[in-house]
């Protein structure tokens, strides 16, 4: 069967005007980037194995390293219908620097608030253990981010409500 794209409902940015929110949703961790970085700091530099026990992740090396990633597709379902979406950034390699511009049209930006999330222990870890530039830090994972919602600014805290209330 074929089916009919509804033109109205695709997400593609083109709506994104200056003052709109950005909602971003906790990843569960690395997910699948960075992992060439993850080597050399853990298992070359530092000597370390799956089995280590890091008592910062409460985990071992392992366990963290294989934390499933987080899919954002019931966060997006719970907001669909009642949230106007704007944009969408799935947070990948690049970081949010590297992924969140591709959603803006033209010469709209950003401001991300550092510091208005909680980093998870692992790439605070990395960032320490490995000494890697904070910057560097920033390009090649999400920082605990994983996905960032771009919406009209009146409607930002009924969809962090709404996502909280469906466990994000």
């Known amino acids: 069967a074929v089916g009919v794209v509804d033109k109205a409902k695709i997400i593609d940015g ?3 005007r200056e003052g709109d929110a950005l909602v971003g949703l906790a990843s569960s961790g690395l997910h699948s980037n960075g992992y060439s970085l993850v080597r ?3 298992f070359e530099h530092r000597k370390m194995d799956v089995s280590t026990h890091v008592p910062e992740l409460g985990a071992t090396l392992g366990d963290e390293l294989l934390r499933p990633t987080r899919i954002y597709v019931k966060a997006f379902n719970a907001l669909k ?6 944009g969408i950034a799935h947070i990948t390699g690049g970081g949010i620097p590297g992924n969140l511009p591709r959603v803006f049209p033209g010469e709209v930006g950003a401001v991300v608030r550092e510091g208005s999330w909680p980093v998870p222990a692992i790439f605070r870890l990395i960032e320490k253990t490995g000494n890697v530039p904070a910057n560097d830090m920033k390009r090649t994972f999400n920082m605990g981010i994983g996905y960032i919602l771009v919406v009209p600014e009146k409607e930002a ?5 709404l996502l909280q209330e469906a466990g994000f």
């Open 157 to 161: 805290g009924d969809a962090v409500g």
């Open 14 to 16: 083109g709506d994104i």
């Open 81 to 86: 219908e009642r949230i106007r979406i704007k």
């Open 40 to 42: 050399k700091v853990f």
